[in-house]
């Protein structure tokens, strides 16, 4: 029997598109001589749904996308991950559901029992947990069937749930387990996953087809991976990240499994991750990056992208990621000068674009600041200079660039990086301006690495760009670490705050306690300029945002 995995590129909500890129790799499967084929977790609809899937049109229409899908199963078998009612009246409105059908006909469904709602998922908002656990059979073979964390065990969750569903898919002695997920990335999960499969497998003496999407959908991103693992936890196959692709494995009669196509494992690092390593998989990260940027503009329908470029490592990093992503016609970015800019800073930037050969345009702001302290000079009279004064040349930057995004009917890319963003270190309305937040997920030491990673073949970011010490550039000589602690001290605490999840008290630096608790300071009080921001590419086991629900207004424990 041949079973082959799609890993597949959906869009959330798109049923016709999805549906359309369904068929096609059923009648590829049917072409190779495939018997069945296994999409990831509600691939019909595209994952996360969140709340398209309370509007009753909604599952309707899915459900008329999954009945003209059924019609082209015929001499074939596929299990296609969708939402589904609930037919008893007790319980939530939907199941997230794998339908298995074969030649025509609906045979079963299989309903997932561990509803994850944590970190960036809020399953057990619309769905009710499984209440049976049925094999299905193929050519006289049983086969288990899963959804995503249905196959992790409790101690590889480190959540607990009420029951183990494998347990009871395991007492009916299947011949193989499948799995639809769609697992989203970050730089350490991909270690995770492949030890939970492996562990699957060898825990129950039992091969592991896994089917795992890949794809962005805004800032969550997936990485596929897609991989068949046999009975003594051996890769057979894997199918790359990021990629759509499918992978084909024969099972003979005797319960051999033999693959066709690719059959690397994905190569991936291991370390510890009790300590931040800016480096860690860092080749994952620029890979995720590029395509986050690219899905967020295709499945939204935009193909410019626009951004300001400072002359700094992190609008730089934008920058080469955005053209990677979308092309060099179609990304613009601006260099607009205040009378604290360095010459090499622009410089730089002028460099940094003829090397990546995309448009852009010099706008001094010089003028159009001494205008704005004109108009609030009555007002700002017998004050002193400071922050307000900085961050009108920020706001000012925000209104051009925002002004020539509108223009050309570009989206602008936020250069902000995660150290930024957690303490505050941004200006609301000016720097913090975007649709979509490039760098939001990545520690400053980390857009280090991926300069370094970029020019890992060529010189593509000017040298000086990655040497030389960071700044606003908003006053005379200024520097980060004038509000700012080094970097590499900095991460390491927001590291263990925002990851870890560690208390004050508990968090080891090589500075002293004061520097901790002035750090965890300003990332509390600020908050609330990060629930006006935009998306931000998750690419770390917890991001800001959506993945980090943190009230505005509380007193934070100590």
């Not at 960071?470 to 900095?490: G, N, V």
Request: proline residues 4%; negative net charge; contains cysteine.
């Amino acid at each position: 029997m041949k079973i082959t995995l799609a890993q597949q590129n959906h869009h959330i909500g798109n049923l016709i598109y999805n549906e359309e890129k369904i068929v096609k790799a059923i009648m590829a499967g049917k072409n190779e001589g495939a018997d069945l084929i296994v999409f990831s977790e509600l691939s019909l609809c595209g994952y996360p749904p969140q709340d398209l899937i309370l509007f009753d049109s909604f599952i309707e229409d899915c459900q008329k996308a999954l009945m003209r899908i059924v019609e082209h199963t015929k001499d074939i078998a596929i299990l296609l991950g969708l939402p589904r009612l609930n037919p008893s009246e007790k319980g939530k409105k939907l199941y997230n559901s794998a339908c298995f059908i074969k030649n025509g006909e609906i045979i079963s469904y299989t309903d997932k029992t561990r509803l994850p709602n944590y970190d960036i998922f809020d399953e057990s908002r619309y769905f009710e947990p499984a209440s049976q656990w049925n094999i299905i059979h193929l050519n006289n073979t049983k086969m288990g069937v899963t959804i995503c964390e249905d196959i992790w065990d409790d101690d590889d969750a480190g959540r607990p749930y009420d029951l183990n569903p494998l347990e009871k898919i395991a007492e009916q002695k299947p011949d193989l387990i499948i799995n639809l997920s769609a697992s989203p990335f970050d730089y350490t999960h991909q270690q995770k996953r492949s030890e939970i499969i492996k562990s699957v497998a060898t825990k129950y003496s039992c091969p592991v087809f896994y089917c795992n999407a890949t794809g962005a959908h805004t800032g969550i991103l997936f990485d596929g991976c897609s991989q068949v693992v046999d009975q003594e936890g051996n890769v057979l196959g894997m199918l790359p990240s990021f990629e759509e692709g499918f992978l084909t494995v024969t099972r003979s009669e005797d319960g051999s499994l033999s693959s066709q196509g690719l059959a690397m494992e994905e190569v991936f690092e291991k370390k510890n991750k009790e300590v931040f390593d800016p480096n860690w998989n860092i080749h994952l990260i620029h890979r995720a990056l590029v395509m986050g940027i690219r899905d967020y503009f295709k499945k939204m329908g935009f193909t410019k992208a626009i951004l300001g470029s400072s002359g700094g490592i992190d609008s730089a990093v934008t920058l080469a990621l955005a053209v990677e992503a979308l092309g060099k016609d179609n990304v613009i970015s601006l260099m607009m000068p205040s009378a604290y800019s360095s010459d090499h800073s622009i410089d730089d930037a002028k460099k940094l674009s003829e090397h990546l050969g995309n448009e852009n345009h010099l706008i001094p702001i010089l003028d159009i600041h001494k205008a704005f302290e004109h108009t609030l000079e009555v007002h700002f009279r017998n004050t002193v200079s400071g922050l307000a004064e900085e961050n009108i040349q920020s706001r000012i930057r925000g209104n051009l660039v925002m002004a020539m995004a509108n223009k050309r009917g570009a989206i602008l890319l936020n250069t902000s990086n995660k150290s930024e963003l957690a303490t505050g270190y941004g200006t609301l309305y000016g720097d913090m301006a975007g649709g979509i937040s490039v760098l939001g997920d990545c520690y400053k030491q980390q857009v280090y690495a991926l300069a370094k990673y970029i020019n890992r073949i060529e010189i593509i970011i000017p040298e000086n760009i990655i040497t030389k010490a960071p700044s606003a550039e908003l006053r005379p000589d200024q520097k980060d670490t004038d509000s700012l602690p080094e970097y590499e001290i900095l991460d390491a605490i927001l590291f263990q705050y925002i990851e870890q999840q560690k208390s004050t008290s508990n968090i080891k630096s090589t500075e002293n306690q004061n520097l901790v608790d002035k750090i965890i300071r300003m990332v509390n009080a600020n908050e609330y300029k990060r629930h006006q921001f935009c998306p931000i590419l998750r690419i770390s086991p917890k991001s800001l945002g959506v993945g980090r629900q943190m009230p505005i207004v509380a007193k934070y424990p100590s």
